[in-house]
Nanobody, 123 residues
Framework: QVQLVESGGGLVQAGGSLRLSCAAS????????MGWFRQAPGKEREFVAA????????LYADSVKGRFTISRDNAKNTVYLQMNSLKPEDTAIYYC????????????????WGQGTQVTVSS
């Protein structure tokens, strides 16, 4: 079992930066793929980024590539999402998720989810 708690969301102006953190409990964290997803009002939850348990391989949605960076610290059971050059369309609730078996962009393969943290980007 893995429990996930996100933090670091907030209100920022367009062009600004935020760093989200996701603290995980559970001794198997280091073996899981970790992902970030987001959901804007009235829209489906969408993939943002994922990182393999080794920390070497990453995946990004085209909409955030070059602006967002996912990383993890297995010693601290924490995964991060550095978000730069934020745009109003990045406004959403951001969710951290854990996938025990796959390295995937599909939300359906992630078994564990945090409660989410709100990110609002003003124009």
């Amino acid at each position: 079992q893995v429990q996930l708690v996100e933090s670091g969301g907030g209100l920022v102006q367009a062009g600004g930066s935020l760093r989200l953190s996701c603290a995980a409990s559970g001794r198997t964290f280091s073996t899981y793929t970790m992902g970030w997803f987001r959901q804007a009002p009235g829209k489906e939850r969408e993939f943002v980024a994922a990182i393999r348990w080794t920390g070497i391989s990453t995946l990004y949605a085209d909409s955030v590539k070059g602006r967002f960076t996912i990383s993890r610290d297995n010693a601290k059971n924490t995964v991060y999402l550095q978000m730069n050059s934020l745009k109003p369309e990045d406004t959403a609730i951001y969710y951290c998720a854990a996938d025990p078996t796959k390295f995937s962009t599909s939300r359906y393969t992630y078994d564990y989810w945090g409660q989410g943290t709100q990110v609002t980007v003003s124009s």
